[in-house]
């Protein structure tokens, strides 16, 4: 029987980690997994012993506010690592948390597998050797990583993106209209973020367009980690309704979408949702990201693509009237619109046809073997 500990640090890793862990499962029946993560990989009979909702900290200002509560967790996985005493170690995402486990699991002697690799193409470049040697197996999620980490020495492997694992599995509410009280004006798609500051800088801006579209109906997609009442603070209009754990519903039916950088934006491409990308954040926290981050797109669909696909808006370019005037695009611009919808299709190619994490669980599972 081998033994995993797994860590997952936020909603979209938890996501990917229930997959993997459910396709490894096939392979390896007996296996066992203890982690961090939450309630999908708890479903698929992980043992959770820190939920990512306690540790889900993103921005310069948010992590340095939660530092103590950081060190604690950090000392509290060493702990449960040492306890469990694992074949291997499975790190999914979360750079900040999973790069410090890994460079300590290392020293100790552990085998290291990372799954969805850190962003080291956008800042930090030294991550990309620094991963190499403190990782044994390293799975990629975007085609264009294993050129750029080859520049520095690091093999990994594309297995290509598990989101689209995520997407098949979606079968479509047929009573999702009439359960949520929604009426025959077409829909319009707001996902504006998985934390409070997210909310808090980009809602109010985007909810401002809706007087521009009085014929469409704004749906928000809630995530579980904000209470309603945030929400509510910036939701004045009847008409906009708010509805949680339902958003591949409302990309199945949107006319189109605004939504916040992140994987959110990859999976509206994928359900071939038109759309922007807005995002505002901190001052302090915008300054460091201009000062650090070197890349020619936020959008994962732009960087896939390796062209800009979709708008992106950042910062004072999110405004009032530079999102009704591309929305307008959207809707009314049938060429505009029609160009979009292509590059999808393009980009659902390049994502993977095969199971991505099917795939990650065969690799994972015959280099466990051979070792």
């Not at 209470?227 to 509805?243: A, G, M, R, S």
């Amino acid at each position: 029987m081998k033994k995993y500990f797994i860590i997952a640090g936020e909603a979209s890793g938890d996501m990917h980690g229930a997959n993997l862990v459910a396709e490894m499962l096939k392979l390896q029946p007996d296996a066992k997994f203890v982690g961090f993560g939450g309630d999908k990989m708890k479903d698929i009979d992980v043992d959770i012993q820190v939920h990512y909702k306690d540790i889900a900290f993103m921005g310069f200002k948010e992590v340095v506010e939660n530092i103590r509560t950081i060190a604690v967790t950090l000392a509290k996985c060493k702990e449960e690592i040492m306890a469990f005493k694992p074949d291997a170690i499975i790190l999914v995402d979360y750079p900040g948390f999973n790069f410090r486990i890994a460079k300590w699991a290392k020293a100790k002697g552990f085998k290291i597998i990372y799954y969805i690799l850190p962003k080291a193409w956008a800042w930090k470049k030294q991550r990309a050797k620094t991963l190499g040697q403190i990782t044994d197996l390293r799975l990629s999620i975007l085609p264009f990583e294993p050129d750029f980490f080859s520049k520095y020495d690091t093999k990994v492997i594309y297995v290509g993106n598990p989101l689209t694992d995520e997407i098949k599995k979606f079968k479509p509410d047929e009573n999702f209209m009439s359960k949520h009280q929604l009426n025959d004006k077409p829909i319009i798609a707001i996902l504006p973020g998985s934390r409070k500051q997210e909310i808090i800088h980009n809602l109010p801006i985007i909810l401002d367009t809706k007087k521009d579209f009085p014929d469409y109906q704004y749906v928000v997609a809630g995530s579980p980690m904000i209470p309603e009442h945030l929400y509510h603070q910036f939701i004045k209009d009847k008409e906009i309704k708010l509805i949680y754990d339902e958003t591949y519903n409302i990309l199945h039916l949107a006319e189109a979408g605004i939504i916040k950088s992140g994987t959110s934006a990859l999976e509206a491409a994928l359900f071939k949702v038109p759309y922007f990308v807005c995002y505002r954040m901190s001052f302090l926290t915008a300054f460091l990201a201009w000062i650090f981050v070197r890349i020619p797109f936020v959008s994962l669909a732009n960087l896939i693509a390796s062209k800009g696909i979709v708008k992106e808006m950042i910062q004072y370019r999110f405004n009032r009237r530079t999102a009704s005037a591309e929305m307008r695009l959207l809707l009314y611009d049938k060429n505009y619109r029609q160009e979009m919808l292509k590059n999808f299709d393009e980009l659902i190619d390049l994502a993977g046809k095969e199971s991505p994490s099917g795939k990650a669980a065969r690799i994972i599972t015959d280099w466990m073997n051979k070792r």
